[in-house]
């Protein structure tokens, strides 16, 4: 029976003896050497520059790349055992930038009497790119060899300066396989494990290996709990893991990487008609807490840039699903965005007028930018009127095509055809539409210039 409290356990379930109180299984069974890590060879293996760097004890300053759990904390722990420098941790979330100076100021003292620091901090993009400038001297002087751990694109994270100093380290996302490994041997290992006091039942890997998102630390965490809940001798399934965990918290940063890579994710299944990826996408990002209306203004920006006049209807279901959002909130909302995603993925697809309105952006910052010409001018005083302002002007509606053929564009930009309909669509009758219009718009043109 599940908890009415709302509680992460149910009140029901009757006590168990609990495990011993012990350092937390993830840390107890962390890899203490680099062949114990499950790192492909061509990042930590023998002949790898990082392999090389930590046998010969000359690993220079890095920065490790990956996503939650794959082992960044590790691989720091397992250089310090192995460098004969000082060795130095700290977490960019607790520590600050007048500690840090005062450790490197330290650090460059020693390098003078020929000793070795080396500073790891984790969650190196916490610091913001001006503080990231203290390590700068140090790192270039090499009296400090630091190694940052970062689950953000340093490209995007560190100061251009401090990233061109230092390598950089991508940590792939464990295998499924990886991961059933380490739970399995976890569970079995005497020493530093769960010593088989529980057992993985039927689906219970699988279960784990999804709830972690790829992340070891977080896997681990989640067996531990399940393992002091069930108590010894436990069998844990999928089913039991299900009642104890309600709902995982999904892998998400609403300020980080992910936030672009989910939503760039969505904007690209939608522009390529992929209606189940798009539903997908959208759910990965509401269910995890994106703000609605963030996902609201990239739909209506999809409805103009990929579908544009192909289906007019687009941008106005986009707006309306941005105002269903307002008027019902959350979570009701999300099916009027959900609605909005799918349509434009089965839309007929036109990149026109992003293209047109791109190619005539590029010839304003270009090109001179002359003033209109002065048939299209309004003269509304004698001194414009006698300067040419509205001289020659016909109005269109005078005109039995519905078109007078004047020129409307400045002598920098004349001829110049920015919009190009696909013929996907409604475009199609527009783009015969336009094309009649061009032409009939040059012959009236010529026939005004020969009277």
Request: aromatic share 6%.
């Amino acid at each position: 029976m599940k908890s009415r409290s709302g509680e992460l356990f149910d009140d029901d379930l009757p006590d168990r003896p609990a495990l011993p109180s012990v350092a937390p299984l993830a840390e107890r069974v962390r890899p203490r050497t680099l062949s114990e890590m499950r790192l492909p060879d061509s990042v930590a293996g023998p002949a790898s520059l990082l392999g090389r760097a930590i046998a010969s004890d000359r690993v220079p300053s890095l920065v490790l790349w990956g996503p939650p759990g794959t082992g960044k904390t590790t691989l720091a722990g397992v250089i310090a055992a192995r460098t004969k420098s000082r060795f130095l941790a700290f977490s960019a979330v607790v520590a600050g930038v007048k500690e840090i100076r005062e450790v490197l100021e330290e650090s460059q003292r020693l390098a003078a009497r020929g000793e070795r620091t080396l500073l790891f901090v984790d969650e190196i993009h916490r610091f913001n790119r001006a503080q990231q400038d203290v390590f700068l001297p140090y790192v270039e002087s090499g009296a400090a060899t630091l190694v940052g751990a970062t689950t953000e694109n340093p490209s995007f994270e560190l100061n251009g300066a401090l990233l061109s100093r230092m390598r950089v380290v991508v940590l792939p996302p464990l295998s499924r396989e990886d991961l059933g490994e380490i739970l399995r041997s976890a569970v079995e290992d005497p020493a530093r494990g769960l010593g088989g006091r529980v057992s993985l039942g039927e689906g219970s890997v699988d279960w784990l290996v999804g709830f972690s998102d790829g992340d070891a630390r977080r896997a681990l965490n989640a067996l531990e709990t399940a393992a002091e809940h069930s108590g010894e001798g436990a069998v844990l399934t999928a089913t039991l893991l299900g009642e104890i965990y309600s709902r995982k918290s999904l892998l998400f940063d609403k300020s980080g990487e992910e936030h672009y890579n989910l939503i760039s994710a969505l904007h690209k299944s939608i522009r390529d008609s992929d209606a189940d990826a798009s539903i997908y996408w959208l759910a990965r990002m509401l269910e995890a807490g994106e703000d609605p209306l963030f996902v609201a203004r990239r739909l209506v920006r999809a409805s103009t840039e990929d579908v544009g006049l192909a289906d007019p209807n687009a941008l106005r279901l986009a707006m309306a699903a941005r105002d269903a959002v307002h008027f019902l909130g959350m979570p009701e909302g999300a099916l009027a965005l959900a609605e909005a995603a799918v349509y434009l993925a089965l839309a007929p697809k036109s990149n026109a007028l992003y293209t047109a309105y791109s190619a005539a952006a590029r010839d304003v910052a270009d090109r001179p930018n002359e003033p209109p010409p002065k048939a299209i001018l309004n003269a509304p005083t004698r001194l414009m009127r006698s300067e040419g302002y509205g001289q020659g002007y016909v109005y269109a509606h005078d005109t039995a095509q519905g078109t007078a053929g004047l020129t409307c564009l400045p002598d920098a930009v004349s001829g110049r055809r920015y919009y190009d309909p696909k013929g996907a669509g409604r475009e199609a009758d527009l783009k015969r539409r336009l094309e009649e219009l061009r032409g009939l718009r040059q012959r009236i043109s010529k026939e005004t210039k020969r009277s």
